[in-house]
């Protein structure tokens, strides 16, 4: 088990978490109380008219809910959960059953009947996503079992678990695979493999692997003779060298199941389950992360970084997710994927969330307009739950989610992946200590680590230095530190490791560079390009811009930057090789603003004019139009998009 760590964040982040917590946290289960009595009335005709996925809502909020209280401590929101998980944990049938379906349609991911209390244009029968929302369910619960001990909350998942597995483990007839929906509703196998992990019981396990054998399963055959994949396959075409985004079934509920890989790593030690897993995780970031760090176009994987359709809150989660797991199952060289994170944090996440908390976005869109999930998916919304969706009870995950990339600890090690106002607490060497940043991150590159062990300690603090920072420099107690020796290089996209006796008040002083970094699009960005400070994306918001504003702000209207506008030319990815002349951009207050952004920068167009971009994360928050993807009059000369995986060939056939 990983050392457990104490956070208190400030600065922009803990302003969100606080917003999240106070608007919408401790408010949804009230002001939308179907989210659990869906479950109490699941057999009492008339039948509710539900989405397929309404089992999914409370477990999504409850996974939100308690990885936001890691990072919280928020007394209020800990005595709401404990009633919460109580209600819940009591409306279990007898058999283990936790969805809102009525007894004959328990874990058969079909319905017999429809909904006769709402109009309900569906006919008598549809499928639905039961399993899936059991997974979502238990997931919540052996969160909050990892932070309490609740012998409750463990008994439910177990109880649930056992049900999967008299259903569906073995010879049985239909299998899970065999049901609607597989990209949803083999999402089970993370929760098993985790079960399995934490009690030991044999048959968790075998269902979770029974689940990944299934996987590959094949139906009848289609129009081309060839039998039809009924699930993605997910481990034999990631070893095979694909990349998620050809292979069956690729839409983004798939990453639940495929984290699966990560926990049968863990318990067998099979190499493979590794290795299909890194794979997915490389070709998602070589293929499908769009340039706000966010994941899926039209809620799959398209090979296509640039297509424009919807990308959805959910798949962003799940793609955080992932990465998570990524981050947990890499050595220390790993430190790319913390950078990942990161982009899609303070980009997607933040982007995703109105700053007072009460809403997020179904779509967080490259360029465009965001607009609050209640509206743009209002279809989801049902009497007694007229505020939830999938979106809804998902989107305070990625925030609550720091709390697993933050910072990872051992008993003598401690990495340190998030920079911003706040301060650690985790046992080390045998003690407690306290590490505080004193620092402005990300609007600026200079942190102050104040070291503070209760008595002298050896231990060991791994700093994260991001790809773009190509100028780091790093001084111990006002010491610049030597960056000559092979072991000891600041060195971009790699951790930084400092091993010695630390003393009651050692300070680190970290300078990252945070000068631009650029991104030149392809196929529908074709002939854009994306400007980068630091891990905040740029972008252009008719808020800040009303002397130069078009209507809809498409390509051919938008007004030109000049190439020299930031007088910086530096590639996006890989790390840069161009060595040339910097000066940095004018940061500036926001002009008349009661809501200003967090970061505005100055520049003018080709033909003069003044032009603010702000971060990625504060675009479009008043209803105005914006872009990321942005002319210039002779983009930057940039190494074509491409973060593969250098030790992974991914077989992209073009599509």
Known sequence: MPTPIHFDLRGWVGQYLQAVTDQWLLIAPQANPAMLEIFADRDTPPYRNLMPWAGEFAGKYLTSAVLTLRLTNDRRLKSWLEQFVQRLVSLQAEDGYLGPWPTAARLTNFSPYHGQNGTDPRPAGFATWDTWGHYHIMTGLLLWYEDTADAKALDCVCRMADLICEKYLGARQPRLVDTPFTEMNLAPVHALARLHWLTGVPRYLQMALQIVDEFAARGAPGAD???????????????????????????????????????????????????????????????????????????????????????????????????????????????????????ATLNS????????????????????????????????????????????????????????????????????????????????????????????????????????????????????????????????????????????????????????????????ELELDMALHYWSGEKECAGLTSIFRGPLLLAYDQRYNRAVSLAGLAPDQFPVLPDDCFKIGREHLPVPTLDMQQTAPSVCPAPDDWHPPFLLIETRTADGQQVFLCDFASAGHTGTLYRSWLPLTQPPAVVPFSRANPLRTVKNTGQ
């Open 225 to 343: 003779g060839q039998p039809v994949p009924l699930a993605g396959d997910y481990l034999n075409e990631a070893l095979a060298g694909h990349a998620l985004y050809q292979m069956p079934r690729p839409r983004w509920e798939s990453l639940h199941a495929i984290m699966g890989l990560v926990e049968l790593y863990r318990i067998t030690g099979e190499e493979r389950y590794r290795r299909a897993f890194e794979n997915i995780w490389w070709s998602i970031v070589e293929f499908d992360r769009h340039n706000n760090g966010g994941f899926s176009s039209g809620e799959q994987a398209t090979g296509n970084p640039y297509h424009q359709g919807a990308i959805e809150t959910c798949c962003t989660i799940a793609w955080l997710a992932l990465s998570v797991e990524m981050l947990h199952l890499q050595d220390a060289a790993a430190s790319i994927v913390a950078d990942e994170i990161e982009l």
């Open 349 to 508: 996440v933040l982007g995703m969330h109105s700053i007072c908390g009460r809403w997020a976005t179904y779509n967080t869109p490259m360029d465009g307009a965001r607009f609050a999930s209640a509206h743009s998916i209002v279809f989801q919304s049902r009497s007694g739950s007229p505020e939830l969706n999938c979106c809804s009870v998902n989107s305070p995950r990625g925030l609550g989610m720091i709390s697993q990339w933050a910072a990872l600890a051992s008993a003598d090690a401690i990495t340190i992946n998030y920079y911003g106002p706040g301060s650690l607490e985790s046992i080390l060497a045998g003690q407690v200590v306290q590490i505080r940043q004193e620092t402005e991150y990300p609007a600026q590159g200079r942190i102050v680590l104040h070291i503070q062990p209760q008595a002298a300690a050896h231990f060991t603090l791994r700093l994260r230095i991001p790809y773009w920072s190509r100028s780091t420099v790093l001084r111990l107690n006002g010491q610049e530190l030597d960056n000559r020796g092979t072991d000891h290089r600041l060195q971009a996209g790699q951790y930084y490791s400092l091993a010695r006796l630390w003393q009651p008040g050692d300070q680190l």
